[in-house]
């Protein structure tokens, strides 16, 4: 059982963000960038999935600041083998990603076939679409998104979808096809660092050059910003009995106790 | 801009979800300033009768098809790609659910345009779209001009009230045919949570925890001060995934909507996907530690004390007060 | 070989060994002898074959200290008499046989040489009687001991003697301590048998023997003989047997707790040995395995460690008592390295090894020196290394590798804390400096320790100080991250601390790096090599204590008024030795210092070490550490501050106040808080 994971670098937004001199992008001098949790997710899914079945992992991911961490750790995690696509800018709209991701899977010999494409379902910078869609569009295979739970069984793939309400939805998915993931079954394993150190030194990041691919056109950013805040909290200030004779009388006043 | 303003209305098993009413407040705005007709699309079968409950749009467009009765994205998607070629409308607002956001992206992929994603507020201006996305999980928000054919627009709970897009009009109901292949995808049922003692979303007052409450054996300090308030306990996502309350306790995206009277929030940070489940609440005070938690942001009113010494203190001032009345 | 009768008196004291015995129970009992010996070295090389399964481990050999120890911890047991009871029942009892055993050695030489190859014997005349004397008189104190020993263990029954995987047999301590008064009072009968029926004029010199003899002394002569010969019989299977079976046995201590205390650890106590982490009990090293044979099943270590006391499943006396076990009967299918079953899962639970604080109070009470927390550890590596850790350090060990700190906060924003002080602190990688001061993270990002963390600031900079900070190129020293057993990233943090080091400007050859934090202290202190350019490692107690002993740091005021006591840290003192530093600043500042019956080497950790703060309770909790150490202090009369010098003290005891309801009865104050004090301008 074989499975290409996609995954991608979002900013980091324990620090601080700021919008860069042309208004609409981020200032990336102080920029750092993170494993997007959802893919993240979609690599421990993807893991779980081997340690159950067998078969390999192939990571498959742009090139970035710090990207080779990610990869190490993926690699020692598991992940069997990991290409990384270089030659693009380090920022790009997901749909751009979407278009480079496509040419490479199906002109890079060795990709595929594979029995599942996972990926996480969405991501913070997701502004012009979202990753899997449309690449499941160009391949020809069905899709699933907000994926909780993954089964897999010959050709076919059972998968839990979450709605609202804590309602969830049972598919079958014939196999080859790509899933969106919202969450794996437990969350990501750990690896210790010594395990990341040995990764580095065995095994090696596998590289392909971008193809030029054009932008999709129809989404232009012309300004970006930090929110304003439409409002804030009333703070009560004081130790939590005083916090709580405050809260007491709110309530009162309010008709609720 | 050319063409009309399309909401894709959600239903699921037979009840309209809050957000198909806030985009059709949200429609009809746009499509004022297009001067195009409002139309709400609704997918399904056997549902007719739905459809007539959509009075705010100007027309409604109904497709019946066995296949759209359950919910299986590339159905959908494919039934809605029928109706734009033949209509051509210059948007679609999709609502960016758990259950209609792979219609949108699939339905964009299929078209081969963008989706335009995190919309919290849009306009027609200039013969284009102008919208306000929000990005990096609610730390920054674009401005956003939409000159794609048709726009598909993910838009999130919340852009308007729903009340503003309710309406006792009959709607005028067009029957459209798609014809829908077999689909790869196979629904096979829905999975409800255990049923619960509590329906969460029928109560006045909601205790609610988050990561802060810190271990399961605290809760009982929230459901305390629950009992003597006469309300109920709930909690966001990282609590329930831990297993200490149960799924239809759940407050946030993939759990309730909740608008209680008054909601407790403590030990909760605040992401956008909670916050998308219970921002509705009429009065919200918030408790945690750290003052930068975005939650004291849609708070009414917040404090930073140890919410492990602020419940018990709660408790017995209410107590007092219930007691001197 | 002659059979001397008892009517065989001599005319002066004479030590008439065999007397009584036919020559041919005499051949029994050398070829018994000899048979004992061999068994008993076949057991003591099995022993050895065991540690030899060991990985190997490189000993300093300073024969000097080694030879010291020996005499200071095995022979006057320096350790076991801290407790008065249990010290005088083990040197009664361990006196009491060795002084036995010196007596038949010593009749061995006057028998079997001095009178076998030179006719000639030396245990006569006054030297005999006296000989006689000092052995009943051990004799009667190894029996005093061992009813006392029964008495402790039976009636008394203090918990830290339970023993439920005793790595022998379960009984083995009845047995032992029957076996040796079995051997004691069959001597004591058969010398009264004796005594009785030769009836010497100097048999009162054997005044135990002696008393006992006038219960038979009116008794037949054939009736003494047969006495005599039965209980002589006795006297000697029993002997023979216990030296035979001693390694089978916990009597074997008395050779495995000698080598423990001569391999005792020379290196720095704060040192942690690396390793790859120990799946099975082979990857012990073959020291490491000496040591848990060691264990004489005192329970001392399981008595001081407060996740015990607290309730948690870790008991350090059953960890080490369960790998010795395994060492033990270990299998040939195994390689005699360990046993069919798992070290991890069958034998040890993780539980176990995730609520060690890494506190150090059980090595430290070990009267055989063992190592326990190196066994926890070494085992946590392993943990570690199958990723098999609970989300809360899961948590922790990710955001320490991502953003060099445990509270996941930006490594941009490590020095945010100085914005609100009135003067800007230097960089050193840019400034040359006297002083590097290592913060550490929570000192730097912890809202709650902050105040604190400025006030060190501001009292350095008026006692004019020449310091620095290394601002954003600080990172988590590690130390902590090692004890959770991730020694990867502990490398890895300790290697982009040498390299900011590597940037500072030091003034005049004076290197002084003062830390905040006795676990960042510890760690820098002894565990990076520093590659050749050592500092000086201090602790910010020893600044505050030269500053204020040489005036640099005036005291306006004496806190004459304040009645406290002083926790000390684990860090600081069972790992470092400091002890009197935060003492001597207390001192000048003229606070009147009480101390909590758990002072210095005993202090009660306040369980955040060890990672453990970064763990959630998963366990009923009977009482917190930090709520344990809490109560101690609030029970001092009129004591109202609880002084720390450390961080993570300062927030666990904060916390407990809280949690144990204490917050009006006293106040938690950093040695910072005192100094602050009495040092403030009128």
């Keep these: 059982m074989d499975i290409l994971v996609l995954m991608k670098v979002v900013p980091d937004v324990v620090e601080e963000l700021e919008v860069g001199p042309d208004g609409k992008s981020l200032d990336t001098s102080f920029l750092r960038t993170i494993l997007n949790e959802r893919d993240d997710h979609a690599l421990e899914q993807a893991l779980i999935l081997k340690d159950k079945h067998g078969g390999k992992v192939t990571l498959l991911t742009l090139d970035a600041p710090d990207i080779d961490d990610v990869l190490f750790t993926a690699l020692a995690k598991g992940a069997d083998r990991a290409v990384k696509i270089c030659g693009v800018e380090s920022v790009q709209s997901t749909q751009t990603v979407v278009r480079i991701f496509s040419e490479v899977i199906a002109k890079t010999p060795g990709l595929l076939p ?39 069984a010959d050709k076919t793939a059972t998968v839990i979808k979450e709605f609202a309400g804590g309602v969830r939805g049972e598919y079958d998915v014939p196999m080859p096809a790509v899933l969106g993931i919202q969450a794996a079954e437990k969350p990501p394993r750990y690896v210790p660092v010594a395990k990341v150190r040995a990764a580095m030194k065995s095994v090696t990041i596998e590289t392909v050059d971008a193809p030029a691919v054009e932008a999709m056109a129809g989404v232009e950013v012309q300004q970006m910003a930090k929110p304003q805040v439409a409002g804030h909290a009333e703070m009560l200030e004081g130790l939590p009995e005083e916090v709580a004779g405050k809260i007491c009388e709110l309530l009162a006043k309010r008709g609720l106790i | 801009m050319a063409g009309n303003i399309w909401v894709l209305a959600e239903a699921s098993r037979g009840q309209f979800s809050e957000i198909t009413f806030e ?55 494919a039934a809605l790609a029928q109706l734009i070629k033949e209509r051509q409308p210059a948007a679609v607002l999709v609502p960016l659910t758990n259950i209609s956001v792979d219609v949108g992206v699939v339905l964009a992929a299929q078209l081969g345009v963008p989706f335009l994603n995190y919309c919290k507020d849009l ?6 779209l102008a919208a306000t996305c929000v990005l990096y999980g609610g730390k920054m928000e674009a401005t956003v001009t939409v000159s794609a054919k048709p726009a598909i627009i993910g838009v999130l709970p919340g852009a308007r009230s729903a009340d503003a897009g309710r309406s006792d009009k009959v709607a005028a109901v067009t029957d459209v045919a798609v014809s829908l292949a077999e689909q790869k995808l196979r629904f096979k049922r829905y999975l409800d949570p255990a049923a619960g003692d509590v329906d969460i979303t029928k109560q006045n007052i909601l205790v609610s925890v988050g990561r802060g409450i810190q271990t399961k054996d605290n809760i009982e300090l929230a459901q305390e001060l629950a009992d003597v308030m006469g309300g109920a306990v709930s909690g966001s996502r990282p609590v329930i995934d831990q297993g200490w309350l149960p799924l239809t306790r759940q407050v946030g995206k993939s759990g309730m909507n909740v608008k209680p009277k008054l909601y407790l929030a403590l030990g909760i940070s605040g992401a956008p996907e909670h916050q998308e489940g219970m921002r509705g609440a009429q009065t919200i005070i918030a408790i945690n530690t750290d003052a930068k938690a975005p939650i004291f942001n849609i708070a009414h009113y917040g404090a930073t004390v140890d919410l492990l010494e602020l419940a018990p203190a709660l408790k017995e001032a209410v107590e007092k007060r219930k007691q001197g009345a | 070989m002659k059979h001397i009768a008892f009517q065989d008196i001599p005319v002066e004291p004479l030590r008439q060994t065999f007397v009584n015995i036919p020559p041919w129970a005499q051949i029994v009992t050398y070829v018994g002898g000899a048979a004992a010996m061999g068994v008993f070295c076949y057991g003591l090389w099995r022993h050895v074959q065991r540690w030899r399964t060991g990985k ?17 911890y095995a022979v006057a047991q320096m350790r076991v008499v801290s407790d008065a009871y249990a010290g005088a029942m083990h040197l009664a009892i361990f006196w009491g046989m060795a002084f036995l055993a010196m007596a038949t050695g010593i009749a061995t030489v006057d028998w079997d040489v001095t009178y076998l190859l030179m006719d000639f014997q030396f245990l006569k005349g006054n030297f005999y009687l006296i000989y006689e004397a000092v052995a009943d008189l051990f004799g009667l104190a190894l029996i005093a001991g061992l009813v006392l020993a029964f008495y402790r263990r039976y009636v008394m029954k203090p918990k830290k003697l339970e023993t439920p995987y005793p790595p022998t047999f379960g009984f083995d301590s009845a047995y032992l301590l029957l076996i040796l008064l079995g051997v004691a009072v069959t001597g004591f009968v058969a010398e009264a048998a004796r005594l009785a029926a030769q009836k010497l004029p100097w048999s009162a010199w054997s005044f135990g023997g002696h008393a006992l003899a006038q219960a038979v002394w009116g008794m037949s002569q054939e009736g003494l003989v047969t006495l005599h010969q039965v209980f002589w019989t006795l006297h000697a299977v029993l002997a023979l047997a216990f030296i035979a079976l001693i390694p089978w046995s916990k009597a074997f201590h008395i050779f495995s707790s000698s080598a423990s205390i001569f391999l005792h650890k020379l290196t720095p106590a704060g040192a942690l040995a690396a390793s790859e982490g120990v799946a099975g009990v082979t990857d012990l090293t073959w020291r490491q395995l000496v040591q848990v044979d060691g264990c004489t099943w005192c329970g001392r270590c399981q008595e001081a460690c407060p996740a015990n006391l607290s309730g948690q499943a870790l008991s350090p006396k059953n960890i080490v008592l369960k790998l010795n076990g395994e060492m033990l009967h270990a299998t040939k299918a195994n390689g005699n390295g360990a046993t069919a079953r798992k070290l991890h899962g069958d034998v040890i639970a993780a539980s176990e090894l995730w609520a060690c604080t890494t506190c150090m109070v059980c090595e430290q009470v070990c009267p055989v020196f063992i190592e326990q927390p190196r066994a926890i550890i070494d085992l946590r590596r392993h943990l570690v290394g199958q990723g098999e850790v609970d989300k809360g350090p ?65 009292i350095f900079q008026k006692a004019g100080l020449d310091f620095g900070l290394l601002y954003e190129a600080e990172r988590n020293s590690g130390n902590d991250a090692r004890r959770l057993g991730e020694e990867g990233l502990f490398e890895m943090l300790r290697d982009k601390n040498m390299q900011a080091f590597e940037k500072v400007q030091w003034k005049n050859g004076n290197r002084i790096v003062v830390t905040t934090d006795p676990h960042t202290f510890n760690t820098l202190k002894n565990e990076y090599p520093w590659n050749g350019n050592r500092p000086s490692v201090v602790h910010y107690s020893e600044v505050l204590e030269q500053l204020l002993g040489s005036g640099k740091l005036a005291v306006a005021r004496k806190l004459s008024g304040q009645r406290v006591t002083f926790h000390d840290p684990c860090y600081l003192g069972r790992y470092n030795n400091i002890y009197e530093a935060p003492r001597n600043v207390l001192k000048a500042l003229g606070v009147e210092l009480v101390e909590m019956p758990r002072t210095r080497e005993r ?80």
């Excluded at chain 1, 991501?123 to 869609?133: E, K, Q, R, V, Y």
């Excluded at chain 3, 190997?56 to 200071?72: F, G, H, P, S, T």
């Design chain 3, 394 to 458: 899961q948590d922790a060990l990710t955001k320490l590798q991502r953003y060099g700190n445990s509270l996941g906060q930006s490594d941009r924003a490590r020095a945010k804390w100085t914005q609100g002080l009135s003067f800007k602190i230097k960089d050193a990688r840019k400034e040359p400096v006297d002083y590097v001061w290592f913060a550490g993270d929570y000192a730097s990002y912890d809202a709650r320790v902050q105040n604190t963390t400025k006030l060190t600031a501001n």
């Design chain 3, 56 to 72: 190997a481990e490189k000993v300093d050999w300073n024969w000097a200290e080694r030879v010291k120890a020996l005499l200071l």
């Design chain 3, 603 to 682: 202090s009660h950790c306040c369980g955040a070490g060890g990672g453990r703060i970064w763990m959630e309770d998963t366990e009923k909790i009977a009482e917190r550490p930090a709520e344990s150490r809490v109560r101690e202090a609030a029970a001092l009369p009129g004591v109202t501050t609880l002084v720390v010098a450390c961080p993570k003290d300062l927030v666990m005891f904060q916390d407990a106040l809280k949690t144990a309801g204490l917050e009006g009865k006293l106040v938690i104050k950093d040695v910072i808080d005192l100094v602050e004090e009495a040092t403030r301008p009128s």
């Design chain 1, 114 to 152: 594979v029995d599942l494409l996972l990926t996480g379902v969405s991501a913070i910078d997701d502004l012009d679409g979202l990753m899997a869609a449309p690449i499941a569009q160009q391949l020809g295979w069905p899709y699933t998104g907000v994926v909780t739970q993954v089964t897999m």
């Design chain 2, 123 to 128: 306009k027609a201006e200039g013969g284009n």
């Design chain 2, 23 to 77: 985009l059709l407040a949200l429609g009809r705005e746009v499509a004022g300033q297009a001067g195009a007709p409002l139309e709400a699309v609704l997918l399904g079968s056997n549902a007719r009768e739905l459809a007539q409950k959509l009075g705010a749009a100007d027309a409604v467009l109904y497709a019946d098809n066995a296949a759209l009765a359950d919910p299986v994205p590339e159905s959908a998607a």
